[in-house]
């Protein structure tokens, strides 16, 4: 099987597996029940990482905003018949519809994760907390606890 770079369609040894996901399983079985699956290895090299990243952020922000406006299409199914008389169960049922459809939609310009990302991989473990030191901490400042001063005067 070739490796092929999902970002700009070159061969190559390196790269970042793409996740196998349900969509991109659903790709692949529909390809070759049509018989034109190639059976490439999917994969992102390192130096088409970051338009990748970049598409997949689109594809999660227009996810985001296919699902908040099928909300919005769902709740109006609702309480419209809701405010205008009655309850109709065939406005739910055609606001959930058209919702899917809506999230539908999202998949038209779907683009898929990798398994590791230069982020993950790159960066070394966290320092404990104890070690953090923070720009506003001084290590020359010592605050003690002040003692309370006793009170001059008569006792009574």
Request: include cysteine; aromatic fraction near 8%.
């Amino acid at each position: 099987m070739a490796r092929i770079c999902i970002v700009c369609h070159n061969e190559g040894n390196g790269g970042y597996p793409v996740q196998n996901d349900v969509v991109m399983g659903a790709i692949k079985k529909a390809k070759q029940r049509f018989g034109v699956a190639q059976n490439n290895e999917l994969v992102v090299h390192e130096e088409c990482f970051e338009a990748h990243r970049k598409k997949r952020e689109r594809f999660e922000r227009d996810l985001a905003m296919h699902f908040v406006f099928a909300a919005i299409v769902l709740i109006v199914f609702i309480v419209l018949p809701i405010f205008s008389g009655g309850f109709s169960i065939t406005s739910v049922f055609l606001g959930m519809l058209l919702g899917v459809l809506i999230v539908g939609l999202s998949i038209l310009h779907y683009w898929p994760k990798t398994t590791f990302s230069p982020k993950t991989v790159a960066q070394p473990a966290q320092p404990s907390a104890a070690k953090v030191q923070l720009p506003f901490m001084k290590k020359e400042e010592k605050h003690e606890a002040k003692k309370p001063e006793a009170k001059k005067g008569k006792r009574k």
